[in-house]
């Protein structure tokens, strides 16, 4: 994994801005998006979130969410509220490859919604999957073992309120990796005894 950030500040608040290259075997950018996006199986992986509820489905592949998210003491309890979209784009440019799978998490404001006691999460988000297959070498059908995800997740996040710009870097440092190897590995470990979904 390759990580990449540039410093910087907002108010105060640190808000680097953060992009992380992954490659992952026996998984599609399909299945990659498909448990990114779908709120059923969100408290599954997200070990942030205290709570989570769709507040509107505009449409199949565009949700409103609000989490609370679990409080870091001393820190105050924080939320956020963005919409979320999930989408197909076909790669003319390689042939190689197969389609890319977005998601793509941005803040909203939301009138039914109120701040109450949290700090409001400000955030965009994507998350880009994109599967390339080593074609079997007996021509039989594809397997998991042919299958290659490179995934490029980036996050801009204002985490509100004030907090010490060193002990935002530091935890952004240690947290964006260690987030997405769970969820990677969480979706190798749902999809490996089920049909490939491309």
């Known amino acids: 994994m390759r990580m990449y950030k ?6 105060g608040v640190a808000i680097d801005p953060l ?5 992952v075997k026996g998984v599609t950018g399909h299945e ?9 199986v969100r408290l599954d992986w997200e070990t942030t979130v205290e709570t989570m509820k769709v507040i509107e489905a505009i449409s199949d592949d565009c949700l409103i969410f609000h989490q609370v998210h679990k409080r870091v ?7 956020a509220l963005f919409w979320s979209h999930m989408r197909c784009i076909r790669d003319v440019k390689n042939e190689d490859a197969h389609d890319i ?15 109450g006691k949290c700090v409001r999460v400000r955030l965009t988000i994507s998350l880009v999957c994109q599967t390339f297959v080593d074609p079997p070498s007996d021509n039989g059908d594809i397997q998991r073992e ?19 710009s060193s002990v935002l ?7 964006y990796p260690k987030f997405l190897k769970r969820f990677t590995q969480y979706v190798r470990d749902q999809t490996e005894n089920k049909p490939i979904l491309f």
Not at 6 to 11: D, I, L
Not at 32 to 40: A, E, G, K, R, W
Not at 154 to 160: H, L, Q, R
């Open 169 to 175: 870097r530091a935890v952004y440092k240690r947290e």
């Open 32 to 40: 990659m998006c498909h448990y990114f996006f779908d709120p059923d």
């Open 73 to 79: 003491w001393p820190a105050t309890q924080r939320d």
């Open 6 to 11: 540039r410093e910087v500040e907002e108010g």
């Open 101 to 115: 799978w977005i998601v793509c998490n941005n803040s909203t404001d939301y009138v039914d919604v109120p701040f």
């Open 19 to 23: 992009k992380a290259v992954h490659t």
């Open 146 to 164: 042919n299958l290659t995800c490179k995934i490029t997740y980036c996050a801009v996040v204002n985490p509100g309120g004030w907090a010490p």
